[in-house]
């Protein structure tokens, strides 16, 4: 049998997935756009950026290395788009010095892997661009071990000038504080809704209610807003939990129990998101019955027909307990309760908080 020649890791995820490479193409604050045309034009220091799932990491990391391997870099930073390593990465999606060691978000780098990949090619010389970049996923707890990033400490230390790391993660207190102390951090903040509309748009996304649900759970982190906007399963989740939250005053206690905690479980790895949707729709609601006491003309929710909202201001709504309720169950959950027993009492609890009457009706 024919053994393939070092599995190597570095089948570079591809660089021009996202169709753009060029940091001036990415829908950004103009602080962060600063930094990072400072990143490319300063020193190169390894760079560590640190962010939440879905705020970018992936995008900032590849568009920094497509400037790093390009020839002339424009005053803003960003890659030309035209030079030979540019046009590499356009027509491959990868370039020969680039190396990326990252797992996936669910595997782990072996410690191997950094010593061939990493500390083993720091030294070969860039093949067409001046400069050689490394650039390494620590993106989850176990993404890079204590180990890997042992192996890491030397190179980071000790390597060529024409050598740029980039590392990312979501928590940079998971690192090492001997890697931490090697690097330059950047931090991911959230991005205004402004921002994500904007990414939102340059990805053809026209679908308004799309659009909302990916600003309500995104969290302002662009990757998980776009996830949201096109992933169909997303929107199905969107579209159960709005039926849940509309059969609360309808159907009987047990049934509700029953249904509800059912369509919980079958999503259990989206409960955070769930709980989220059913925050945005109170809001949503509570919003849409003031204003219809204001002014009954026309109608003023996407998410709650007339007639829904006739129904829904029979009811006595205690907006803020609800709102406090999911917050601490949110909570709850996120400290490894027993998930049954708390979505259960959230069910219940939220039912008994809508389902009264109001005073003198
Ligand atoms: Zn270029």
Redesign the pocket.
């Known amino acids: 049998m024919v053994s393939k020649p070092g599995s190597r890791n570095n089948s570079a995820p591809d660089l021009v997935d996202f169709g753009m490479f060029q940091l001036s193409a990415l829908a950004i604050s103009d602080q962060l756009r600063q930094e990072l045309k400072q990143i490319v034009s300063s020193k190169p220091y390894p760079l560590l950026i640190i962010g939440n799932e879905g705020s970018g990491k992936h995008t900032i990391a590849k568009c920094l290395a497509a400037s790093y391997l390009?020839?002339?870099v424009k005053s803003d930073g960003s890659?030309?788009?035209?030079?030979p390593?540019?046009r590499m990465i356009l027509s491959s999606g990868s370039h020969l010095d680039l190396v990326i060691l990252d797992p996936g978000p669910s595997g782990k780098s072996k410690v191997e892997e950094v010593r061939t990949e990493v500390a083993g090619r720091i030294f070969e010389a860039p093949r067409i661009s001046h400069n050689k970049v490394f650039i390494i996923s620590a993106e989850k707890a176990d993404t890079l071990s204590e180990t890997c990033q042992n192996a890491l400490l030397k190179p980071l230390e000790e390597h060529p000038a024409f050598v740029r790391f980039i590392i990312f993660c979501e928590d940079s207190d998971r690192l090492l504080t001997t890697i931490r102390s090697r690097v330059q951090m950047l931090r991911l903040g959230q991005r205004s809704d402004e921002e994500i509309r904007q990414i939102l748009n340059e990805a053809g996304i026209e679908d308004p209610a799309a659009k909302s649900f990916a600003l309500d759970c995104s969290d302002g982190r662009p990757g998980l807003a776009l996830t949201l906007a096109q992933d169909e399963k997303y929107r199905q989740i969107y579209n159960e939990s709005l039926k849940l939250f509309k059969a609360f005053p309808r159907e009987n206690r047990t049934a509700f129990l029953i249904g509800g905690l059912e369509f919980f479980k079958a999503n259990k790895e989206n409960t955070d998101m769930i709980i989220r949707l059913l925050q945005s729709f109170l809001r949503e609601l509570s919003l849409a019955l003031l204003a219809d006491k204001r002014d009954r003309v026309q109608t003023v929710s996407q998410v709650f027909s007339d007639k829904e909202l006739a129904d829904w201001a029979k009811l006595k709504i205690d907006y803020e307990a609800l709102l406090k309720l999911l917050s601490e169950s949110r909570r709850a959950l996120s400290s490894n309760t027993n998930y049954d027993h708390t979505i259960s009492r959230l069910l219940l609890q939220m039912r008994a908080k809508i389902t009264a009457a109001p005073p003198g009706s």
């Not at 890659?79 to 030079?83: I, V």
């Open positions: 390009c020839d002339s890659a030309c788009g035209t030079c390593s540019c």
